[in-house]
């Protein structure tokens, strides 16, 4: 992995990803990008990245969908990383009453977006896994969103994109019966959670 001066990355998602952007002169946000941002410009002064914060809270992968042109074909990124999944689980616990996304439409949508981004840019793809629903490994939130996770592997490997393991990082802390919390409610991160996000997808980037 090298970067180019002057590299667009966006970052794309929900409210994980959003976190604070719209309140925010810089439209960074205080979570896991404004880190990412904060170390890349920092290791790497005279390449003038330009790192762009894309989330919107609540979003779900259609939801993407409906945005992408906007959102990430028009911002002709170098690099888009996408962070998607949580709510597509959620919803199906606090609103069972909604239209659900399930992990055939969440593969046909996600794909579909993918196939366009390739098409229409030169992008590098980054995708991150979606990462915890309540801080138990064994939540009913997490065992659903193992189809999730399983459909971005394999849809990295179709269109070689890079896997950002974010949710096995948070089962991996979680595992080690620390009670350090990482998140306000279970779903959306403090400080040591937007922490754990950027560290792992600064890892996993630099290693590949």
Request: aromatic fraction near 8%.
């Amino acid at each position: 992995m090298s970067w180019k001066e002057k590299d667009r990355i966006i970052l794309i998602g929900d409210s994980i990803t959003e976190k604070g952007r719209f309140e925010d002169p810089d439209q960074l946000g205080d979570g896991y990008v404004r880190l990412i941002h904060d170390y890349l410009v920092t290791q790497h002064p005279t390449l003038r990245l330009d790192i762009v914060n894309k989330g919107i809270g609540g979003n779900r992968v259609t939801d993407l969908a409906e945005r992408w042109e906007q959102d990430a074909l028009q911002e002709s990124p170098d690099w888009i990383s996408i962070s998607i999944g949580i709510n597509d689980v959620w919803r199906q616990l606090d609103r069972p009453d909604m239209e659900q996304v399930y992990p055939d439409m969440f593969e046909t949508v996600y794909e579909d977006i993918i196939s366009q981004t390739i098409q229409h840019t030169k992008a590098h793809l980054i995708l991150m896994e979606p990462t915890i629903i309540e801080e138990d490994p064994a939540s009913k939130g997490n065992q659903l969103l193992q189809p999730y996770v399983a459909t971005i592997h394999r849809l990295a490997e179709q269109y070689n994109a890079l896997v950002i393991p974010t949710h096995q990082a948070f089962l991996t802390f979680l595992n080690a019966n620390t009670d350090i919390p990482l998140t306000t409610d279970g779903v959306h991160m403090n400080s040591r959670g937007d922490m754990l996000m950027a560290s792992t997808w600064l890892e996993q980037l630099y290693s590949s």
